[in-house]
């Protein structure tokens, strides 16, 4: 079981702090032979897979290395064009890495944005009036989990599905968050969290919660 990532959000709808946790190795790395079996194609700045899963590599894995340097969206290490290197036999064999795009500062903004405004579709579409917003997402391979203050912060984790005292991991944070950034006198509220006793208390949390399960009083 693991803790994969946690979001704070402010009021309004502004990411002020991200963390990843863990994130679970799903790279693969292969030779091939020209032609390349599998068709790639240009998505979003970087080089995707659109067609022919094969050996762990699936559809929407994008290009990561090619012979063993990272590339930089849909240019190689050494400023090539991505496709173009591939299209071309003189370049055969090569060793190309597979694997999920890693988000991108920007990429992080824009969906903590788009949560909180899902957050508050949620609670506008209750039949009851004063209704939290989503408070647990599920998917088949994490779950979202989400709190949100009274004064409207929300703290959200996503974790492995099996993982359990995440609601009191969530009250945990907040009390981290209140402790350790409220009472910073240099922090200023609805702004970026740069407190270095805020990172320790919070990852210190994140490991007892992977171990123990949910917290008891006095931790």
Same mark, same amino acid.
């Given at each position: 079981m693991a803790i994969f990532s946690v979001y704070v959000v402010n009021k309004a709808g502004g990411l002020i702090y991200q963390l990843d946790h863990y994130a679970p190795r799903a790279d693969t790395e292969k030779t091939f032979s020209f032609p390349?079996?599998?068709?790639?194609?240009p998505h979003d700045e970087r080089v995707v897979v659109a067609f022919g899963q094969r050996d762990g590599i699936r559809v929407g894995h994008a290009v990561l290395a090619i012979n063993g340097a990272e590339v930089n969206g849909r240019l190689t290490a !050494? /400023? @090539? !064009?991505?496709? &173009?290197?591939?299209?071309n036999p003189a370049n055969y064999p090569v060793s190309i890495r597979f694997g999920r795009h890693r988000l991108s500062s920007n990429e992080k903004l824009m969906l903590a944005s788009m949560f909180h405004s899902l957050f508050a579709i949620g609670s506008q579409l209750s039949p009851e009036v004063g209704s939290s917003g989503i408070e647990m997402l599920e998917t088949d391979t994490f779950k979202l989990h989400c709190f949100q203050t009274l004064t409207g912060? @929300?703290?959200v984790v996503l974790a492995d599905p099996r993982q359990a005292g995440i609601d009191a991991l969530l009250r945990k944070i907040y009390e981290i968050y209140s402790d350790f950034a409220l009472k910073n006198p240099f922090y200023s509220l609805e702004m970026p969290i740069r407190c270095e006793l805020?990172?320790?208390?919070? @990852?210190?949390?994140? &490991?007892?919660?992977? @171990?123990? /399960?949910?917290? /008891?009083?006095?931790?």
């Open positions: 390349l079996d599998l068709v790639l194609r !050494d /400023g @090539k !064009d991505v496709l &173009e290197f591939l299209g912060i @929300k703290f805020f990172d320790q208390n919070l @990852k210190l949390a994140l &490991e007892v919660a992977e @171990k123990a /399960g949910p917290f /008891g009083p006095g931790s």
